[in-house]
């Protein structure tokens, strides 16, 4: 339960959900809520703020997932061709969906338009990726990999040439992600001349996924509760620990997809998954979890219908006699808390219903 609850946690950020605190930003003569409006943004460049860690969060999940329903499989005596077949299908169906997702309306007759990377698409790629190791490959062998394509990634940064720029520019115009994208990567960039989820970015991204796998395999062991608890702690803390030293060199970025922002984003997510994990499934209190699991059955369907469903214009609709005495530049609070009650009333109907989309 407490997997679900997380996910649940997560895509209410990646769906909107926080949406409603940013837009209270000087609003209020409260220095937290802006404190906290300041986290839900991205920074340009260098840097790192809570949202950053939401899209990472999901691809640790995502092998978290991925060593339970493995382990079913092994179990199970599924053969690994039909698993790597499974895992195959589902990564092309996940890059599909993911390139209808940033290509809304899609350009059918502008290729050069299209974006070809996705959240979506970087979450199959990762997962078959993740798949094929970890049925090859035992916990040591996982973490040896992490490793090497962390300290891989990092080399080709450091040390391959730029045209017009040289080696170890990580400038946003110089850094050789960029050059690689521009030069490689068909149809649009997200930014242009560079896109966040390109080619080699991937590498260093489905190393969460691996971690999240290896955390599975913690919580799906025989192990006390209390040592399962420990070893997750000690994992996340040792993550971050090695991240943050790494950012002396290496800063941490969302946008190259640093090494160190792999290792702080992974040891965040280590003691996310611990905290969740102790409350609701050692402690049992599990009430409070019932709202994020809600949406965290149903991921996939929340991510996509948020595209296609305006949850805020009709928050609009069915709300806006309730706040229309409020102060005008209160109103796109509300509409926005509206909508993620929408959302929530949506996701809950499916829950009823026995409704979830799993590919």
């Known amino acids: 339960m407490s997997v679900d609850a997380l996910r649940g946690f997560d895509m209410l950020f990646i769906t909107g959900g926080g949406t409603f605190l940013l837009l209270m930003d000087g609003k209020t003569s409260w220095p937290w809520i802006d404190t906290i409006a300041a986290q839900l943004e991205h920074p340009e460049w260098i840097g790192f703020t809570f949202y950053d860690f939401i899209f990472p969060l999901f691809l640790f999940i995502s092998g978290v997932s991925i060593a339970f329903s493995l382990s079913r499989d092994i179990k199970n005596k599924v053969e690994n061709k039909v698993i790597y077949r499974k895992a195959f299908w589902r ?134 509760d209390r040592v399962k608890i420990q070893i997750l702690i000690l994992a996340g803390v040792f993550c971050i620990g090695a991240g943050v030293i790494w950012s002396l060199h290496f800063p941490i970025s969302k946008r190259l997809w640093t090494s160190s922002f792999i290792l702080v984003t992974g040891g965040m997510a280590f003691l996310a998954l611990t905290l969740f994990y102790w409350i609701i499934d050692v402690l049992k209190y599990q009430k409070w979890a019932f709202f994020f699991q809600v949406i965290g059955l149903n991921s996939l369907i929340i991510y996509m219908a948020s595209n296609f469903i305006n949850f805020r214009y009709t928050s609009g609709r069915l709300f806006g006699g309730l706040y229309a005495l409020a102060p005008e530049e209160w109103h796109e609070v509300f509409q926005a808390f509206g909508a993620v009650v929408l959302v929530w009333l949506f996701l809950y109907f499916l829950y009823r219903n026995k409704v979830f989309v799993k590919i």
């Open 91 to 224: 990564m092309i169906i996940l890059i599909i969906l993911g390139m209808i997702d940033k290509n809304i309306p899609f350009p059918y007759f502008e290729p050069s338009q299209i974006r070809v990377s996705s959240v979506l698409g970087r979450i199959g790629i990762a997962s078959f990726v993740t798949t094929f190791l970890y049925l090859n490959f035992s916990g040591k062998g996982l973490v040896a990999w992490v490793g090497g394509i962390l300290l891989a990634y990092y080399a080709i940064l450091f040390l391959v040439p730029v045209p017009g720029y040289g080696a170890a520019n990580l400038t946003f115009e110089g850094n050789i992600v960029g050059w690689i994208d521009r030069n490689v990567l068909p149809g649009r960039l997200h930014q242009k001349t560079y896109d966040e989820l390109g080619l080699i970015t991937q590498f260093p991204a489905l190393c969460l996924t691996v971690l999240g796998a290896l955390a599975g395999d913690v919580l799906r062991s025989e192990k006390k």
